[in-house]
């Protein structure tokens, strides 16, 4: 790939660590994967106060250390596919923070950010709420612990749609996933690397062809 860092984005559900690794494998790239355990994570879908703040800043702590492991090691002069975007963190801290908490979030996320290497393209999947939802259903209970909440589901994927009609910090390809499974298909794979290959700057918008 010509892009040496490209990011995978979307909400949950949308395929974006299974698509990561066979993306990662098919072009020879590292792959990086968020780390998803959060301890905060039970008391935060308990309601508890305070819980999502402590949730937020985990999972803010943890990204940034991650990605600054990867710059302080120059892995991205290798080709590297990681399956999230550190910036769509304000997406969940908007939804589950209140004012007082986001002034205390937001300090913290401008001086982390700071630190962050911008990727040279991002890739964002997208579908309809509905399949989102049915595809969080049929996950192995040990790696979704919980119930999708549909009004969540409905929120957090229009809180990504409009934080992504608004992207404009890097090269941008929007993928309409819900007609094919791209992390199945070698054929829509190989038709993403053409999309990919052929990106130059702004957005361009892809739907993957479908099986006649």
């Not at 549909?150 to 007609?179: D, G, I, R």
Request: hydrophobic share 40%; aromatic share 12%.
């Amino acid at each position: 790939m010509d892009f040496r860092y490209v990011a995978l984005e979307g909400p949950p559900g949308v395929g974006k660590t299974a698509l990561a690794e066979r993306l990662a494998a098919h072009v020879d790239a590292t792959t990086v994967l968020e780390e998803t355990d959060n301890p905060f994570l039970g008391d935060f879908y308990a309601d508890r106060p305070g819980a999502g703040l402590q949730a937020q800043l985990f999972f803010l702590l943890n990204r940034h250390r991650q990605q600054e492991a990867l710059r302080q090691a120059d892995l991205f002069s290798q080709a590297t596919v990681c399956d999230y975007l550190f910036e769509k963190d304000r997406i969940y801290a908007y939804l589950n923070l209140d004012d007082n908490e986001l002034f205390i979030y937001q300090r913290l996320y401008e001086l982390l950010a700071r630190d962050v290497a911008l990727p040279d393209l991002v890739v964002y999947l997208q579908a309809p709420s509905e399949i989102l939802i049915k595809r969080l259903r049929v996950r192995d209970p040990e790696q979704e612990p919980y119930s999708p909440n549909p009004a969540y589901v409905q929120k957090l994927n229009e809180a990504y749609q409009h934080f992504f009609f608004h992207y404009a910090a890097t090269p941008l390809l929007v993928v309409e996933t819900s007609q094919f499974d791209l992390a199945g298909s070698d054929e829509a794979l190989d038709d993403l690397l053409r999309q990919i290959r052929g990106m130059g700057r702004g957005t361009r918008y892809y739907v993957p062809r479908t099986k006649g």
